[in-house]
């Protein structure tokens, strides 16, 4: 099933592709911003690969200088009952990227979760809105550079 | 949706009248209300909050709103070494704690590259499954009760105080249990635990069927359930959804099948599937589901080796605590990664495991250090939730705690 | 007149000792379960426990109509708002049982999203140590709570009470 969708990704997507990694049995493609859409839209309609569930989607930071953030896509076949692992790099001078809620309805809240844990801003989502913390908070909490125990006063208690 | 000039705490308001309202019922009077329930309702199993907006009786969209709970597992987890994080899995799905536990551990050891001993491995089958009994007697109980039984709900946890007693034989606690570590477990299921799961199982199948039999001869509790919350099965696999809520749409997926973890490709046992995509049908896949469990563990049981429960790897599975007082190496090893962590190489993987609400998985990245870089946890509630809105359209409002009920969510792990 | 008023005066405090004494053994509690405590309070309340020897055992989940708030589980920032307004909304007396290491200090989670003790913004009559405190641990915080209306302390007059753990 690897080679297939290798095979096919490269085939449709080359120049798209940035690299192809597996580690532990685990196929990881590394994507180019703009394409992310394009690629799941076709490995979501393939008949053969027909990646139909998104199980996770996931932000990171790296906190390093360039392509700070990643969003990563982990998608399943239930057909093939196979794994793979989508990557998107993006950096801290735009914080957008395109919402694959048109392929996968379940992207919805996940998306907002990386909106609200990193301010990555998925264009096109239909209700970007924090999913965790109140909306009127103003920082990022899983960003490296918050504070584990948070920054004092940004979150208000009720009056005694 | 401009999101700048809307107040912040309308926003939600804004979502519930932006949500398709395809669905229209006669409203003579042409204005409908918003109901909010939660975050502190009897019915939503926890703080899940849930706006929705009725037509008459009929509810024309619905929006969760989440993290009432909001605990920050993921950050407190990239400052913990991973060992300390065991006990943060508990709370997770604190409804099957030990379960949280093996599918935390196993990701570890995939990182790290380490390998249990079979006997471990057979333990924490029967952690997995002990802990799925348990959540679907909780589930059990509150459901029966959300629709009006509540004799069901004392029968499960008379049920499930028994498990918990298994628990604190096998663990040392009740509930928190923490019992895995990576690289095996903390310590060896004794005889007498062994013993105390025989028996508790020879007896649970005729308890549980007391309880089935109360609610699948009550007509009551058939009517407020079959062909409630309706989800197709495509939408189902569109959201993502696993486990029972999966399960009970026609999809045969069952991750200790299709990804085979532990010893359960040596165990025999079958995965309930049902086709009728409503509350009804998720109820017989858990009931099923609790009786295959049954199976599992009577196997489980028979075939059990002898042997280690811990893998030899002296840098980074925890020495014994007793040996430990009395040898150097020992003593220097646990302190080494008691201080600094097990430093797994450099790289990211993901495992899951069939918890009782569906596909829970971790996402981990190693940066070679004591601590984890980042931790994602893929938690089958929060995934559930989402098909809230869909099965709720054009339901009535007095069907809401059955559908919720039906979802079996556990903010724990959801809001994370 | 003396005796007039010290007749009176023995009258209302009889008045108020059984009334003291029904209150005590018909505490009603709101369950504030918020996450894992919340089960352990489930046991609590279920056969093997049993809180209904201690009158205790009508669950109410209206504010109006308790008296005696048990707040089990992690509150957080967003939350705290919503367990301060149930509390406004008990009608007095009250009493309020902090239930596991999360409520009364914020126990294992430091993180930004955790409030480190309830106590910042609800007053406390009783500390249950744990994680979870075990049902016999919480039934003997229910019965500090019935000691203190037994003797006859207004919830103004708060002693703090702490459980501990035991083996
Ligand atoms: S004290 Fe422990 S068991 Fe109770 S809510 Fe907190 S973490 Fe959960």
Not at chain 3, 116 to 130: E, H, K, R, T, W
Request: hydrophobic share 40%.
């Amino acid at each position: 099933m690897k080679d297939t969708v290798v095979e096919k990704l490269t085939a449709r997507f080359s120049e798209s592709i940035e690299f192809i990694n597996e580690y532990r049995g685990e196929l990881t493609v590394v994507l180019k911003k703009k394409a992310i859409v394009d690629v799941c839209r076709f490995l979501h309609d393939d008949d053969e690969l027909h990646f139909d569930s998104l199980r996770d989607l996931l932000g990171a930071d790296y906190y390093r200088p360039d392509d700070r953030y990643e969003v990563v896509y982990n998608l399943f076949s239930l057909k093939n009952k196979f794994r793979l692992r989508l990557k998107v790099r993006i950096d801290e001078s735009d914080l957008h990227v395109l919402s694959v809620t048109s392929v996968w309805s379940g992207a919805n809240w996940q998306e907002r979760e990386a909106y609200d844990m990193f301010g990555i801003v998925f264009d096109d989502h239909p209700d970007l809105r924090r999913m965790y913390m109140p909306e009127e908070f103003e920082h990022h909490p899983l960003r490296k550079d918050f504070p584990l125990m948070g920054i004092p006063g940004s979150l208000a208690l009720p009056r005694k | 949706m401009d999101t700048t000039t809307v107040d912040p705490k309308k926003r939600i308001f804004r979502a519930l009248e932006d949500q398709d309202t395809s669905v229209t019922f006669d409203d003579p009077l042409e204005n409908d209300m918003i109901l909010n329930m939660g975050p502190q309702h009897p019915a939503t199993h926890g703080v899940l909050r849930l706006l929705v907006r009725l037509d008459g009786e009929t509810i024309v969209s619905a929006v969760p709103d989440l993290g009432y709970l909001h605990r920050g597992y993921e950050k407190i987890a990239e400052n913990t070494t991973y060992h300390e994080f065991i006990p943060h899995t508990d709370r997770l799905d604190y409804l099957s704690p030990l379960a949280n536990n093996v599918a935390y551990v196993l990701a570890v050891e995939k990182l790290a590259g380490i390998e249990v001993p079979r006997r471990a491995q057979f333990i924490r089958v029967i952690c997995c499954e002990l802990a799925r009994l348990a959540s679907h007697l909780v589930w059990l109980g509150t459901m029966a009760m959300d629709v009006g039984a509540v004799t069901v709900l004392l029968w499960g946890f008379r049920e499930r105080e028994k498990i918990q007693d298994i628990w604190d034989l096998l663990t040392g606690v009740r509930f928190t249990t923490s019992f895995t570590r990576i690289g095996g477990l903390a310590q060896d299921m004794s005889d007498e635990t062994t013993a105390a799961i025989r028996a508790f199982l020879d007896q649970f199948s005729e308890n549980l069927h007391e309880s089935e039999k109360l609610l699948i001869k009550n007509k009551i509790f058939i009517d407020r359930c079959e062909g409630i919350g309706y989800i197709s099965p495509a939408d189902a696999i569109n959201i993502g959804l696993t486990g029972p809520m999966l399960r009970a749409c026609g999809v045969e997926h069952d991750l200790r099948r299709d990804e085979p973890y532990l010893s359960y490709p040596e165990l025999d046992f079958d995965i309930p599937v049902y086709h009728d995509c409503d509350t009804l049908a998720r109820f017989y896949v858990r009931m099923q589901e609790m009786k295959e469990s049954v199976k599992i563990l009577y196997q489980a049981l028979d075939k059990i080796p002898n042997g280690q429960i811990n893998a030899s790897d002296p840098k980074r599975v925890l020495p014994k605590k007793e040996r430990t007082y009395s040898k150097m190496e020992e003593l220097i090893h646990d302190f080494m990664i008691v201080n600094f962590g097990i430093n797994p190489p450099i790289g990211e993987i993901y495992q899951a495991i069939e918890g009782s609400k569906g596909e829970l998985g971790f996402y981990l990245v190693s940066h070679g250090e004591g601590y984890p870089w980042r931790l994602k946890i893929r938690s089958p509630s929060f995934v559930n939730l989402q098909s809230l809105p869909v099965m709720l359209k054009g339901q009535m409002i007095s069907d809401v705690v059955a559908i919720i009920g039906s979802v079996d969510p556990v903010m724990g792990e959801a809001d994370k | 007149m003396g005796m007039n008023s010290a007749t009176e005066g023995f009258l209302t405090t009889r008045l108020d000792d059984i009334a003291g004494w029904a209150r005590k053994n018909s505490l009603w509690p709101m369950p504030m379960g918020i996450s894992c405590c919340a089960i352990e309070m489930m046991s609590f309340a279920g056969p093997r426990y049993d809180v209904a020897r201690f009158g205790s055992e009508a669950f109410r989940f209206s504010p109006r109509q308790s008296d005696l708030m048990i707040v089990a589980g992690t509150v957080t920032y967003k939350m705290s708002h919503v367990v301060r307004k149930i509390y406004d909304q008990m009608p007095d007396p009250k009493w309020v049982i902090a239930m596991g290491a999360c409520t009364s200090t914020g126990g294992m989670y430091r993180s930004y999203s955790v409030v480190q003790g309830i106590d910042l913004f609800v007053p406390v009559d009783v500390y249950v140590a744990g994680c979870p405190p075990r049902p016999d641990n919480l039934l003997k915080g229910l019965m500090e709570i019935q000691k203190k209306i037994e003797r006859g302390e207004k919830p103004g007059q708060r002693e703090k009470i702490y459980i501990e753990e035991h083996a």
